[in-house]
């Protein structure tokens, strides 16, 4: 189908799909308009740049700095966060990042700065863009069968990064004067509707999976992109002690996917294949390229360390399959459980999910976790007890399982067993975000100004490393709130708005702030720094036509009161 054809004989179906959705209508319709503007600005020279790479001498970095493609990445998270898309959890977030740097660190640009986050679809998905943001889909973890195969993607991702396959995209998009904030999250919101997600009808699916199919030309994956994206991610993927078939076996699970999905029009291709193209010779060529990895490392090992403080007929072993695993964490099963809970579309679902896996082969201590998980969040605490504590007995240094028993023990009347359950961790990890995190928020339950207290030390470790930390921003503010010390709550919701995606709620909540009789210096100066800071993002958010609605509505307001 021609792409003009596409567009133009379904232009109204764009406006009933965002219509559907419910929530930021106004502000998806923009998005889906700048998707449309782009996929029709970029096709023009997509055949010409189909069959080869940039050249080495090309600009790219040049139009956009290193600071500009930072700035863009962080803003495209805010909004993503804004519009609902993110999964912020500590425990996930930081096994995620934990993965995600080990991987990065083994890369061919370890010196490029990375940011890790979850989209709380169940389509099997994950992009690059900007500054180093990856992002990972809920549905492709949980389609994995193990952390080696999720690795491979994070990988190819990193690839498409440090090879500047996506910066060369974007300065494209900027030389024909497109927004690139509004192309690059029309594109995310159209990827993200393209799975079956959406509850259009046949037409309105079809043409938003045109879009899904259309609008990441920002990042230019050609056939060479593609290519060298799986090479160097099998490479990074070996040095990182990680299995290089992992890759290839991932492909094979998605080929099932889409077999399992023939006859569904909107399931059939998972997102991830409509941008990254998945073929026979690829999982071959994926295949082969990994097993090229092993003899060249098994003759590096046949041969005797120099190093003159070693035994002379030490031989260090560098076989891939030697070293296979190791750059697990041992935590992917825990993982991909909490994460099915957070994922789906309520707790009563995940249990069902759970109690259907039962009646057909007995849970697995990592499943087992998931249901006690899926009961609290329902508010089904002693269910969640009955499950963990028979885990917890087999697996007492298991921080996944100590977290969940200390926040079930809380909310069955076991506080004081909560409280030293948690002081012993912290006492071992005092930085560890998830669990001191969790210990606040539960401290901040009981809304006394000795828990907020108590709660404003256990996070004040992680201050100097959580600026850039909605979660921790929001359970810092809360815990000053009850602790009876209104200037750092209000200066930490602030920041909460901005890494949400509202920074001009973000300036209004500082400037009633400094209208404040009771600010010393030194909290005036910061407030001033950050309104400062915060204001060139809101003009560029303006400029790219993103008004924050709901600021927008209260100062309407308040103008006409005026007038009147």
Known sequence: MGMKMLFSSHSSSVHALVSQTGHSVRMKKRLLHATVAFALAVSAAAAAQEQRLPDIGSSAG??????????????????????????DDPLLDGWLTDVGQRLAGSSDRPQQSFTFFLLRERQINAFATLGGYIAVNAGLILAADREDEMAGVLGHEIAHVTQQHVLRGAEKAQRESLPILLATLGAIVAAQKAGGNSSGDATSAALVTGLGLLQQRQIDYTRDNEAEADRIGIRTLARAGYDPEAMADFFVTMQGVVRMNQGDERAAVPGYLQTHPLTLARISEARERAAKLEPALASSASLPSNNPLLPPNLQISTNTRSRQGQGNTGDFGWARERLR????????????????????????????????????????????????????????????????????????????????????????????????????????????????????????????????????????????????????????????????????????????????????????????????????????????????????????????????
């Open 62 to 87: 040049t139009i956009l700095s290193p600071a500009k493609q930072a700035e863009y990445g962080a803003m495209v998270l805010a909004q993503l966060r804004h519009e609902g898309y993110v999964l």
């Open 341 to 564: 809970v957070l994922s789906a579309s309520t707790p009563a679902q995940a249990i069902r999910e759970y109690q259907q896996m039962r009646s057909k082969q007995p849970l697995d201590d990592a499943r087992r976790y998931g249901l006690a998980f899926a009961h609290q969040q329902a508010g089904h605490y002693a269910e969640a007890l009955q499950e963990l504590a028979p885990l917890l007995k087999a697996q007492p240094n298991n921080l996944w399982l100590q977290i969940a028993m200390g926040e079930s023990e809380a909310h069955t009347g076991k506080s004081q067993d909560a409280d030293q359950r948690f002081k012993t961790l912290l006492a071992r990890m005092p930085t560890h975000r998830a669990l001191a995190l969790s210990y606040a928020r539960l401290l901040a339950e009981r809304n006394t100004r000795d828990a907020g207290e108590k709660a404003v030390a256990v996070l004040r470790p992680l201050l100097g490393s959580s600026s850039n930390d909605p979660a921790f921003q929001q359970a810092y503010a809360r815990a000053n709130e009850i602790a009876g010390d209104p200037v750092r709550a209000g200066e930490a919701w602030a920041e909460a708005a901005y890494l949400g995606g509202r920074p001009e709620q973000a300036l209004v909540q500082l400037n009633n702030l400094k209208k404040r009789d009771d600010l010393d210096y030194y909290a005036r100066a910061r407030i001033d720094a950050r309104i400062a800071a915060i204001t060139p993002t809101v003009l560029e958010l303006r400029r790219q036509g993103i008004r924050d609605e709901e600021v927008s509505g209260r100062l309407g307001v308040r103008a006409r009161a005026f007038r009147h």
